[in-house]
T-cell receptor, first 113, second 111 residues
Framework: NAGVTQTPKFQVLKTGQSMTLQCAQD?????MSWYRQDPGMGLRLIHY???????DQGEVPNGYNVSRSTTEDFPLRLLSAAPSQTSVYFC????????????FGSGTRLTVV | SQQGEEDPQALSIQEGENATMNCSYK?????LQWYRQNSGRGLVHLIL?????REKHSGRLRVTLDTSKKSSSLLITASRAADTASYFC???????????FGSGTQLTVLP
């Protein structure tokens, strides 16, 4: 039972490049979320999904796209990377949203130069 | 925007001592959660306390919730060096579709 798996663990991008951060969970959780973590700012919600085919914006969605074609996968796409997107990105899943505990992946450390 | 705010921002104690961290939040909630994050790792769920509960225990952890003061505390008893980590409180928002985190307390336990 792997839980929440994120790939890659580290990535360096040049300004303007695009990439996809992968997230997969094997717990059959309906809810999945993407957060970014910056020093001194805690975690901020980027996008979330309450089930396959359903996504919604969080607090800081600009510059990011998501889709949810299966229950297991929730990829995060950076359309045109900017230095302000340098951060650590976490994917999380939950059985029933914020009324239950979240399981987090180990994170992707992204640097945009 | 952050719903929960932890206090203190940083705490340093000796091994064997108790550590207390506090969390204040702004709006009514139906539960409050605590998470631990070791350096360079993802967050780990520690405990969830519902709004109709006043106190909850899990091993060396004790969480209290005071809905009248909109505050919660996390007590770690008999701390160990392995407890060194950041601790976050989190509360539901957006009809419980979103979980909002505070900025965390950095706990250092000195051997």
């Amino acid at each position: 039972n792997a839980g929440v798996t994120q790939t890659p663990k580290f990535q360096v991008l040049k300004t303007g490049q695009s990439m996809t951060l992968q997230c997969a969970q094997d717990m059959n959780h309906e809810y999945m979320s993407w957060y970014r973590q910056d020093p001194g700012m805690g975690l901020r919600l980027i996008h979330y999904s309450v089930g396959a085919g359903i996504t919604d914006q969080g607090e800081v969605p600009n510059g990011y796209n998501v889709s949810r074609s299966t229950t297991e996968d929730f990829p995060l796409r950076l359309l045109s990377a900017a230095p302000s997107q340098t951060s650590v990105y976490f994917c999380a899943s939950s059985y029933g949203g914020a009324n239950y505990g979240y399981t987090f992946g180990s994170g992707t450390r992204l640097t945009v130069v | 925007s952050q719903q929960g705010e932890e206090d203190p921002q940083a705490l340093s104690i000796q091994e064997g001592e108790n550590a207390t961290m506090n969390c204040s939040y702004k709006t009514s909630i139906n539960n409050l959660q605590w998470y631990r994050q070791n350096s360079g790792r993802g967050l780990v769920h520690l405990i969830l306390i519902r709004s109709n509960e006043r106190e909850k225990h899990s091993g060396r952890l004790r969480v209290t919730l005071d809905t009248s003061k909109k505050s919660s505390s996390l007590l770690i008893t008999a701390s160990r060096a392995a407890d060194t980590a950041s601790y976050f409180c989190a509360t539901p928002s957006g009809s419980a579709r979103q979980l909002t985190f505070g900025s965390g307390t950095q706990l250092t336990v000195l051997p």
